[in-house]
């Protein structure tokens, strides 16, 4: 079990009542990640209602207090659980729900914060977080693409039976709620009782969902997207569709206009190099150039512009930008 520092964790000054919260794993690219989160948490202030709780693989605790540092931002080590030899192992995904598996970790969420935004690294908060008000009877939710998009009903019928069929087998509730994202924002409560059935059901799926040696299809039946699949079989156990606010998180990152509604955008893992921010391509250098104006209007500009800019550049931008 990870072990908390004495100057973190439980003996942190906690000021806000509610929390974004990440996993950091050990890899450069996932740090680079972490600091678009951390500047858009920042560039809007919204540091000043919410708090960034920073999971943290132990082995660049430094690295992330250095570069990092802000008395808002919580680093609480915790080791990846994708290790050699386990069940998880090439599985990092689990991660980023693991740390409400641990019964420190998950007391102390409960005890310190109203309300989660449980999300990835390769997230860009929008102004129109700040000062969010929110609903103890609502979830929010990103838009999951883990269902064939463009593909016959039969591949549609295939993963939607899937699904059905596994929830139905661990005496799981199904409230026919689909294509949920990785992010989920609501009460704390229900966001840890979501996220520790997620990891549960993602462990049943790794050891059953495929044929040994078997990786399925994509788009398809795939066991990659494995902990998305739970993670909709979660929250249909305890929800229902009039209790979920789907599509103003996990905004895609392209094109499109950043509305009102949209609070926060997610770098898809995606192969069209003609996105106005693929992370593949700005990763490896190739990302094309987009040029930045005060009146940014799609969210591939905007998530472009907080990738290639610091804190300071990125506080005179806000107070200029012209948009929703």
Known sequence: MAIIRDNIGTKSN??????IIVYIDDKEKCIEEFSWLWK???MWDINKGWDLVAFTNPTIMETIEKRFKHNDLHLLPMDSDAVKGTEWEGYGFVNSFSMFSNLTYD???KEKYEYILKTDCDTFLTKNFKGIKLDHTKLHVGIGLYYPIG???EWLDLVRNKITTISKAMNLKYNNIT???ASILGPSEAISNICKLQKKVTSTLLKYGWKDGDTGTWPGWWKGTASMYAGEIAVNHFLLPMNIVKGNIDIYCTKNKITSTD????AWQVENSELLFNKRLFHKGESPKVKTSYNIEST?????MVATHDLVELKIFASKLNFC
């Open 107 to 109: 007391k102390l969420l």
């Open 40 to 42: 858009s948490w920042l």
């Open 300 to 304: 591939g500009e905007y998530c472009y």
């Open 14 to 19: 906690y000021q806000n009542k509610n929390a």
């Open 151 to 153: 593909q016959s009903i």
């Open 263 to 266: 609070l926060h955008i997610h």
């Open 179 to 181: 294509n949920v994202g």
